[in-house]
């Protein structure tokens, strides 16, 4: 597979997960924002908890299969001279990696929350 080709479906594909960590992020923040207004009650949490579950999948499988490119890329980067496809690569990089970290973010923050509530109701919620 030559470098253009490469690039490409590497952008594509972490173009894909950087949708779905944007969904994730929102998913999370919807379900924290339900988890605060029905004071800690679970129970209405579970739909959300079961689609982000199936995001979280769909990332996984999209990143088993585009594991053996990046293991390419990795070994070829450096070789590789820039171009507008390299930047753009890079690009849809560097976003993914603020996408994850605000979910991730997200993600704490509901955890701390559901933490406090347990300790609050002396473990159990």
Same mark, same amino acid.
């Given at each position: !597979?030559?470098?253009?080709?490469? @690039?490409?479906?590497?952008? $594509?594909? +972490?173009?894909?997960?950087?949708?779905?960590?944007?969904?994730?992020?929102?998913? $999370?923040?919807?379900? +924290?924002? *339900?988890?605060?207004?029905?004071?800690?009650?679970?129970?209405?949490?579970?739909?959300? !908890?079961?689609? *982000?579950?199936?995001?979280?999948?769909? @990332?996984?499988?999209?990143?088993?299969?585009?594991?053996?490119?990046?293991? #390419?890329?990795?070994?070829? *980067?450096?070789?590789?001279?820039?171009s507008?496809?390299?930047?753009?690569?890079?690009? $849809?990089? #560097?976003?993914?990696?603020?996408?994850i *970290?605000? +979910?991730?973010?997200?993600?704490?923050? !509901?955890?701390?929350?559901?933490?406090?509530?347990?300790?609050?109701?002396?473990?159990e919620?």
């Amino acid at each position: !597979m030559d470098d253009t080709t490469l @690039i490409s479906e590497l952008s $594509v594909s +972490f173009t894909r997960q950087l949708q779905l960590y944007g969904e994730l992020k929102k998913l $999370v923040d919807s379900t +924290f924002g *339900k988890l605060v207004l029905s004071r800690g009650d679970v129970s209405r949490i579970v739909p959300a !908890m079961e689609r *982000k579950n199936a995001l979280v999948s769909t @990332i996984v499988t999209e990143r088993q299969r585009v594991q053996p490119r990046i293991v #390419e890329w990795q070994e070829r *980067k450096a070789s590789t001279t820039d171009s507008p496809g390299r930047r753009a690569l890079d690009e $849809v990089l #560097e976003r993914t990696e603020r996408a994850i *970290k605000e +979910f991730l973010q997200s993600e704490d923050q !509901m955890k701390r929350y559901l933490e406090h509530i347990v300790s609050k109701n002396g473990g159990e919620s």
